[in-house]
């Protein structure tokens, strides 16, 4: 469980390191949220540093779960019902993310 949550808190910061500068690029957003998107994607940086396993299997098996926290965002944020491919999409991903990163020692 441990895994799963810090893979789902790297993929916070990360979505949210860049989702601010598009507010800031796309919606005419304040240039002061370049600031909170650093210090978000820097914290995506130095979170894929407290997994266990090597930094490739890290960042494959973290592909899976930042692919099921942007469908979360494109419901959430976006407020776009994900699809039911998006929702398929997710399953695999998860899937090949817990084969991945939680395969015998």
């Known amino acids: 469980m441990r895994t799963l949550l810090l893979y789902f808190v790297t993929a916070m ?3 949210v390191g860049c989702y601010l500068p598009w507010l800031w690029l796309k919606k005419g957003g304040s240039v002061w949220l370049l600031l909170p998107a650093a210090v978000s994607l820097a914290a995506f940086a130095w979170l894929l540093t407290l997994h266990e396993a090597a930094s490739g299997r890290v960042y494959a098996a973290y592909g899976g779960m930042y692919i099921s926290v942007a469908i979360l965002w494109l419901w959430t944020v976006d407020g776009i019902r994900p699809s039911a491919w ?3 999409g ?5 899937a090949g993310m817990s084969i991945i990163a939680f395969q015998p020692k």
């Open 90 to 94: 997710v399953v695999v991903t998860l």
């Open 86 to 88: 998006d929702v398929a």
């Open 13 to 15: 910061a990360e979505i």
